[in-house]
């Protein structure tokens, strides 16, 4: 089991740009895909990006394809989301989580999960 503290979230104007990060403890986070959901309220939790195992690949949803960037430092057990020219649209709760396997598919089941951060882009 990992366990996964997000932090980073907060208030910015439209345009601006946020930067979350996702440590994680328990000794399996390197053989792990990682990845970085949201949910909105009133809506379902969706899939934002992932990362492979080594940071080799990374995967994005089409709504957030060049403006965020995930990525990963295995030796600090932590995976970040870069996220520029934020929108209105992007205000969530973000969750980063552990995959139960080495790469993302549509198929990923996620193993661990975050307690979550907020990120508001006000208009």
């Known amino acids: 089991q990992v366990q996964l503290v997000e932090s980073g979230g907060g208030l910015v104007q439209a345009g601006g740009s946020l930067r979350l990060s996702c440590a994680a403890s328990?000794?399996?986070?390197?053989?792990?895909?990682m990845g970085w959901l949201r949910q909105a309220p009133g809506k379902e939790r969706e899939f934002v990006a992932a990362?492979?195992?080594?940071?080799?690949?990374?995967y994005y949803a089409d709504s957030v394809k060049v403006r965020f960037t995930i990525s990963r430092d295995n030796a600090k057990n932590t995976v970040y989301l870069q996220m520029n020219s934020l929108k209105p649209e992007d205000t969530a709760v973000y969750y980063c989580?552990?995959?139960?396997?080495?790469?993302?598919?549509?198929?990923?089941?996620?193993?661990?999960w975050g307690q979550g951060t907020q990120v508001t882009v006000s208009a």
């Open positions: 990362i492979s195992w080594t940071g080799g690949i990374t």
């Open positions: 989580a552990a995959a139960r396997s080495p790469y993302y598919n549509k198929y990923t089941e996620w193993g661990s």
């Open positions: 328990g000794r399996t986070f390197s053989d792990n895909a």
